[in-house]
Nanobody
Framework: VQLQASGGGLVQAGGSLRLSCAAS????????MGWFRQAPGKEREFVAA????????YYADSVKGRFTISRDNAKNTVYLQMNSLKPEDTAVYYC????????????????WGQGTLVTVSS
């Protein structure tokens, strides 16, 4: 599966952005989907994940209550709605697909998009 992330940009603290990740290739609905991020000088970290059907979602503690992951299997797209953004949310955001039903572990993701940069100014 090929993944294309979009929607990043520059936003002020407290603002919102919605990231999208369009998938092509094999059956999208058979993959758990996740969002990860990597800030300059830091390791890539888990942000949010959603199961095959969309019935289960998982969030890092740092974004819980502010970010929402969702998917539209008819459109082969997963979204990350980010509200109340903080400067520490600044990072390159990556979407990824896993052959598992659900996963929050970076190493369990098999396919990765190219990343989209989110910059939150204070």
């Amino acid at each position: 599966v090929q993944l294309q992330a979009s929607g990043g940009g520059l936003v002020q603290a407290g603002g919102s952005l919605r990231l999208s990740c369009a998938a092509s290739g094999r059956t999208f609905s058979k993959y758990a989907m996740g969002w990860f991020r990597q800030a300059p000088g830091k390791e890539r970290e888990f942000v949010a994940a959603i199961s095959w059907s969309g019935g289960s979602t998982y969030y890092a503690d740092s974004v819980k209550g502010r970010f929402t992951i969702s998917r539209d299997n008819a459109k082969n797209t997963v979204y990350l709605q980010m509200n109340s953004l903080k400067p520490e949310d600044t990072a390159v955001y990556y979407c990824a697909a896993s052959n598992l039903v659900r996963s929050v572990r970076l190493y369990e993701y098999d396919y990765w998009g190219q990343g989209t940069l989110v910059t939150v100014s204070s």
